[in-house]
């Protein structure tokens, strides 16, 4: 089956840290932005994660490496990785997913979120995105960001869960 964008491939996700933080740099570099060796480990363990990271779960793998991380220093790198769009916050679950897309413009994206394994995939589905936006200015709302998180089961644990 063919998708249109990679990101509404189910098989697409940030595997590859140090390839991301790479890419990360680029754009740092380009944007004149400064990725501190704490932001740039943070990156990297949410991307090799493979899965949402709660901040705090972020913090228990950053004391390995870092002494100084500390809650306040989890939290500024965070910070700095939404806002520069180089990654994405599951507001629902409270944790944090690489971009697919770390070198271009923020954008606002549906998530696909497995409540058995907690995978999520990053759907970028720009009539989604255009469909909501519409919509809510049809009814005189001026929407300024979108957070639409779906909540089920993957593929895998579809195939081997129980009906119910």
């Known amino acids: 089956m063919g998708h249109d964008h990679d990101c509404t491939d189910p098989q697409h996700h940030v ?10 740099e680029r754009v740092c570099k380009q944007r004149g932005l400064r990725l501190t060796p704490i932001r740039a480990n943070a990156l ?3 991307a090799a994660a493979e899965r949402p990271v709660k901040a705090y779960e972020l913090l228990d793998l950053m004391k390995a490496t870092h002494d100084a991380a500390a809650p306040p ?4 790198a965070l910070e700095f990785l939404l806002e520069h769009g180089f990654i994405h916050k599951l507001a629902s679950i409270n944790a944090f997913v690489g971009c ?3 070198g271009g413009e923020q954008h606002a994206v549906p998530f696909l979120i497995c409540d058995n394994c907690h995978a999520a995939v990053e759907l970028e589905d720009e009539q989604i995105v255009e469909s909501l936006d519409s919509r809510a200015r049809a009814l005189g709302f001026v929407p300024q960001a979108q957070t639409l998180e779906v909540h089920g089961l993957c593929a895998d644990c579809a195939k081997t869960s129980k009906p119910l």
């Open 73 to 76: 220093t989890v939290y500024r």
């Open 15 to 24: 595997h590859d840290g140090d390839a991301f933080v790479r890419e990360v």
């Open 100 to 102: 697919h897309h770390p």
């Open 44 to 46: 990297q363990l949410i």
